[in-house]
């Protein structure tokens, strides 16, 4: 899998104010001039409002394929998708969420990273939307993004190749865990060894998912 960078982004704690509600949020990213520079733990420039749940070791990176976002854009009667609107650090072409497991390793330039976990949208996305639905619509359309942990810090230029460079041995795809996760499933004994058997997930992650199980 290859795809293409089209926006390398970042962005602080900000206000969103819609409809009289006022809340701090990370998600107001915007474009950046190349290098992306990427930490073990951290992006420069990149800070985040809840850090519980943004920005941890296992979610120092987030990219987002443009195909994905203009289904949930078409959903809310729109045509465009302005880059790092739902909060992305990369902006590609195309990173599909079924074709994506917990474990596949990618190459962003310099920077090496593993695949961990969806975004799992809050209510916030209703205010950055600017949309009643915001949020329901874009669990409904399965599309989420991926998270990535940091394996090898570097740069990330916008002409950098973006490629799979190994995949999970035992694959838990992204669609699958965003699926389960926003529906709020239980879990099956197999299902649950299976995540346990790939071996990337999150622990925090697999703590909340042991009380998911059947």
Not at 60 to 76: I, N, Q, R, T, W
């Amino acid at each position: 899998m290859n795809a293409k960078i089209l926006s390398l982004n970042v962005g602080v704690p900000a206000p969103l104010e819609w409809k009289g509600r006022r809340v701090m949020s990370s998600m107001l990213k915007a474009p950046i001039p190349e290098p992306l520079v990427v930490h073990m733990e951290t992006i420069d420039g990149d800070r985040f409002a809840n850090v519980n749940s943004h920005g941890t070791h296992d979610s120092v990176l987030y990219a987002f394929g443009v195909k994905s976002a203009l289904e949930y854009m078409a959903l809310l009667g729109r045509t465009e998708y302005i880059p790092g609107s739902l909060g992305e650090n990369v902006t590609l072409d195309e990173l599909d969420e079924t074709q994506v497991s917990v474990g596949d390793i990618f190459q962003f330039g310099e920077v090496r990273v593993q695949a961990t976990f969806p975004r799992i949208p809050c209510a916030k996305v209703n205010l950055r939307m600017e949309h009643d639905d915001g949020q329901r619509l874009l669990q409904e359309v399965g599309r989420s993004g991926v998270y990535f942990r940091i394996l090898k810090p570097g740069k990330i230029h916008a002409h950098d190749a973006v490629e799979r460079v190994e995949q999970a041995p035992v694959k838990y795809l992204i669609s699958e865990i965003y699926s389960t996760t926003v529906q709020r499933k239980k879990l099956s004994d197999i299902e649950f060894e299976r995540a346990m058997k790939n071996g990337a997930f999150p622990l925090e992650e697999m703590e909340k998912w042991r009380s998911l199980r059947v």
